[in-house]
C-alpha cells in the first residue's frame, strides 16, 4: 500500500534551519562589492515590497513587470541569476548545520514519523481513515516527492538501519513489513537542477522579459517546463508516484499558487481513487481539546485553500482532506539547534 509524503520547506524548518524564504532576504538584501546598478536597484526594490516577497517565486513573476524597455530583458535574467545562485549558496550553507546531528537521533525521528503518521485524529475521524485504507493489502510502502532544494530528509532516511523495514502493519491477521521507497526531488538540489519559477506563464506579469530570449531562458522560469528542460524525467517519474498513492501525507508545504500543478494533479488523483484521503500538517493547528469548532474552523480555511485550486471537486472533498496538528516529525524538532 503506497503512503506518498509531499515534502515541503517546513520539514527544514522543523529541523531547526532558516531556510524560510523571510530568512534567506534577510541575507539577501545585504549589499556586497559584487552588486551592480542593476542588482542595487532589485534590492531596493525588493526593500519597498518585502510582504509581497515572502514567496520569492511569485514575487519574480509579478516583478517582471519592472523590467522594461531595450535593456529590461537583460536586466531581469541578471537579477534572476543572481537571487538564485545566492539562494542556492544559502541553502547549502545552511544545511551544513545538520552535520553534527547523532545518526541516532535521525534515525529515531524517522522511524517515529513513519510509525505515528495516523495518530492525532478523533475516534470517527481515524475511522474514516481507516476504512478507505482496509482494502489495499500489505504494508505501508512510504514515498517521498520533496519539494525542498535541501538533501536533510535524504539524509534522515540514510539513518535508518534497515531502510527497507520501517515497522510493520496488521493487516486482517496478518503482519506485513513497512518499508521506504522511492524520493525524487521535485524542484532539484542546491547544486543540481535546482528550479526556481512559476506554476505557468499566467503567473508572469510582463512576458516580454521573453521575447529576446532563447528558450531555454523562458523555460527555467516555469517550473514544469524546467523540468523538461533538465531531461532527467523527474516530473514524470513524481507524477507517477502520485498516480499510484492510495494516501497522500502533505508536510511543511504552504498550499502556494507556484505549485498549482500539483494540487490539481491531486484533485485528479481523487477523482480517480474515490478512497483516496488527504492528511495535511498544519503546524499552526490550534489545540483542539477544549474548544474543537476552533480547530474545525482552522481545518476549513485550509481545505477551503486547497480547494480553490480544484477545478471540479468529488462531491465528498471535505470527508477526504484532513488537517491535522500533530507533528509526526516531533522527534526531529530543531535537531539542527543541538
Not at 524517522?110 to 475521524?125: I, K, P, V, Y
Amino acid at each position: 500500500m503506497n503512503i506518498t509524503l509531499m515534502i515541503g520547506n517546513g520539514f527544514d524548518i522543523n529541523l531547526g534551519l532558516k531556510t524560510s524564504y523571510h530568512s534567506f532576504l534577510q541575507y539577501y538584501r545585504q549589499p556586497t562589492p559584487s552588486d551592480t546598478p542593476t542588482i542595487c536597484r532589485f534590492k531596493e526594490m525588493i526593500d519597498r515590497n518585502l510582504d509581497k516577497w515572502s514567496d520569492v517565486e511569485l514575487a519574480l513573476g509579478e516583478c517582471t513587470q519592472h523590467f522594461t524597455g531595450e535593456h529590461g530583458s537583460d536586466e531581469f535574467f541578471e537579477c534572476y541569476d543572481d537571487i538564485f545562485d545566492s539562494l542556492a549558496r544559502y541553502l547549502a550553507h545552511a544545511e551544513q548545520r545538520l552535520n553534527s546531528c547523532s545518526p541516532e537521533v535521525l534515525r529515531e525521528g524517522m522511524l517515529h514519523a513513519l510509525n505515528t503518521w495516523e495518530q492525532g485524529f478523533r475516534t470517527q475521524r481515524k475511522a474514516r481513515i481507516d476504512q478507505a485504507l482496509i482494502q489495499h493489502s500489505g504494508g505501508y510502502h512510504f514515498n517521498f516527492l520533496v519539494f525542498n532544494y535541501t538533501r536533510t530528509l535524504d539524509r534522515c532516511l540514510a539513518a535508518l538501519t534497515h531502510p527497507r523495514k520501517t515497522g510493520i502493519r496488521m493487516h486482517n491477521g496478518t503482519t506485513y513489513a513497512n518499508s521506504v521507497g522511492q524520493v525524487v526531488h521535485v524542484h532539484g538540489f542546491t547544486d543540481r537542477d535546482m528550479i526556481l519559477g512559476v506554476n505557468d506563464r499566467s503567473q508572469i506579469a510582463d512576458d516580454n522579459v521573453f521575447a529576446s530570449r532563447l528558450i531555454f531562458d523562458t523555460d527555467r522560469l516555469i517550473k514544469i517546463a524546467a523540468n523538461r528542460l533538465y531531461e532527467e524525467n523527474t516530473d514524470e517519474t513524481a507524477h507517477q508516484i502520485l498516480r499510484e498513492s492510495h494516501l497522500l501525507y502533505i508536510y511543511g508545504m504552504s498550499l502556494g499558487d507556484t505549485d498549482q500543478l500539483w494540487w490539481q494533479r491531486v484533485e485528479e488523483l481523487m477523482h480517480q481513487r474515490p478512497t483516496l484521503h488527504v492528511i495535511i500538517y498544519s503546524h499552526n493547528a490550534p489545540q483542539d481539546q477544549l474548544h474543537y469548532a476552533r480547530f474545525l474552523q482552522h481545518e476549513n480555511q485550509i481545505q477551503l485553500r486547497l480547494l480553490n485550486f480544484f477545478r471540479d471537486p468529488p462531491e465528498d472533498i471535505m470527508e477526504r482532506i484532513h488537517v491535522t496538528g500533530y507533528n509526526i516529525f516531533s522527534k526531529l524538532k530543531d535537531v539542527a539547534e543541538s
